[in-house]
């Protein structure tokens, strides 16, 4: 890890930790938001438990994931303020379905400010769009869904996008069809 000053040992502890991230706020009319991001963060669940409460509202807690930890989400739901969870549609990965883990995760997540990503691909089917659909209505309705199109050779048709969304809208009441800016801007 650098801290911009030079390397920090790793593993940091979290009073460390929270110093680095306050050297990181900018002055003036921002909204600090810290965005726990790379990998999968809940795999360090009991980190996070015993250090976000530290830096609790100092910030606004981001937290991306999988979506598959719903036990170390429903230890961490107080001190998370939003979350972009992904859904793995099993014919966009390639994987095997993760329906239940993602349904357990929505119930966890739902008392937070919650969002759900699907990356979707050339070989993305209909159902696994409304089974996602599906699974965000028997939580809340209102969760948002933001299909994220993949980009080379994967890279779904236009028209397959807007059916996709139309499609969810019959479901859920907020659908967007957002690329993924980091692919866009060439960010690993």
Partial sequence: MSS?????????????????????????????????TGGEPLLQHEFLAAWLPQVKGKFRVLLETNGMHAD???????SVDIVAMDFKL??????????EEHRQFLIAAAKTELFVKAVVTSAT????????????????RSIPL??????????PEPEKLMDF????????????????????LNVP
């Avoid at 930790?17 to 306050?22: F, G, K, N, R, V």
């Avoid at 170390?72 to 107080?78: D, E, N, S």
């Avoid at 099993?90 to 329906?99: D, E, H, I, V």
């Avoid at 933001?146 to 890279?155: D, M, N, S």
Wanted: aromatic letters at 4%; one cysteine or more; proline letters at 7%.
């Fill in 4 to 36: 911009g000053r030079g390397r920090v040992a790793n593993p940091v502890s979290s009073a460390r930790l929270s110093e680095l991230c306050s050297t990181l706020v900018v002055p003036g009319p921002s909204v600090p938001v810290l965005s726990l």
């Fill in 72 to 78: 170390a989400m429903r230890a961490l739901t107080k």
């Fill in 90 to 99: 099993p014919s966009a990965t390639g994987l095997r379905a993760f329906w």
């Fill in 125 to 140: 089917r209909m159902e696994d769009i409304l089974t996602a659909a599906r699974l965000i209505a028997d939580v809340e």
């Fill in 146 to 155: 933001v299909i994220q199109p993949a980009h080379g050779v994967l890279k």
């Fill in 165 to 184: 969304q139309y499609a969810a809208l019959g479901i859920i009441g907020d659908v967007r069809v957002i690329p993924q800016a980091h692919k866009m």
